[in-house]
């Protein structure tokens, strides 16, 4: 880390497990929980979030100072809303297929908690650097939990991995499936997204006493 | 017909949080008891109800393709639906607003209960999901979409309610320690969605239902089809 100081390298890499964004500061969970039935579509979710996050932290700690505070959910929103107009654009553009499947949910980035959160908490009283670093960390935290949600329920709800049979043929009956295992469909439906959370969460707080809740 | 039909799927088949996860922080945030799920269920309600209709109108007579006919010949070929984003931002976060403010002056106690949620409400994806949803599942007309924005907000409102019921029972419970508060909410509410699940066939009454199944909420529809399929063969 010789390019950051320790300052700033503890604001990338708090967010990645003790201040997780989802499953300590529970902020983001709206958008995040319906797409995560494929690790193609979490990765795809969590990088469109790294750049809306990354750039609008940017953006809104260099016009901190002019906006009125009275308006400034207002202006925030707008900054949000202009970003998530370009990635739908772009996967619309590159990555058509994808854009359907992820359909109203690219669009409700725009409320994700996670992205006011952050405008309020941090962009709005630092500088246009340590603002960048702090919303990259932030997305990187969120899209760690979306990427192990999603390969937990590929892996078991579909046996693929990013459309990968890494399990063996379900049909002809090759690789785990000559043994009699079955993909189990209940992780492919959504109320098992929220289950998963509830698992990881349960796992850190075993392992880190200090964010037990009382 | 269509209407009521309309009205008790958006409650109970696409339930905002059960089926499509939306607003979900404040639905894990607002809910530990059960007054104030209330309030912020009631503002939700009232925020969709007026917000859904009027993204319609902008929708269809400005947004959509050829949206733009009736102001002039030339400007029939437009299509400015990518700007649908921020114009439905702009409406809700308009509106609540101009709700806070009426409300602030006409009836200053409903203000007192129900003040305090409307700026949250701004940023809780119910209300943009709802204009959304609306806008890719082309509902018809404003009489469809005015429901779709009362039963939606009437599902989110029912459950917030049940949740934050739980939750002030769950206290006395001996919950493991990791799972306190956050984790075993999120389990709860797991739990809730597969219960709404079964509402999936209230409609068109049992096995013919899937077709009618969500589609947004799961990329493997035909996955959805053979564990249900199993189900009923295990049922029957």
Redesign the interface.
Known sequence: MGLLSKKDSKLILDPLADNNPITIQVLGICSALAITAQLKASIVMSISVLFVLGVGNVVISLIRNIIPSKIRIIVQLTVVAALVIIVDLVLKAFAYELSKELSVFVGLIITNCIIMGRFEAFALGNGPWRSFLDGIGNAAGYGVILIIVGFFRELLGSGTLMGVKVLGDPIEKTGLYAFGYENNGFMLLSPMALIVVGLIIWVQRSRNKALIED | MEYLELFFKSIFIDNMV?????????Y??VSKKVSTAVGLGAAVIFVLLVTVPLNWLLDQYILRPGALAWVGEEFASYDLS?????MF??TI??MV?LVEIIVEKFSPSLYNSLGIFL?LI????A???GS??MQ?REIATIGLATVYGLGSGIGWFLAILAIAAIREKIRYSNV?????????T??I???M??GF?SFGGMLTGGDEETKEAPK?????TS??E??KN?ETKIIN
């Open positions: 059960f089926a499509t996860f939306l607003g979900m922080c404040s894990l945030a990518f700007l649908s984003f921020i931002i702009a976060a308009t607003q700026p701004a940023v809780n994806c209300i943009l999901g959304l949803f890719s493991p320690a990791p799972l306190r508060g956050l984790g075993i999120f389990i509410t797991g739990l969605a597969i699940m947004e909420v799961a990329v493997e996955e959805i053979k564990t199993k």
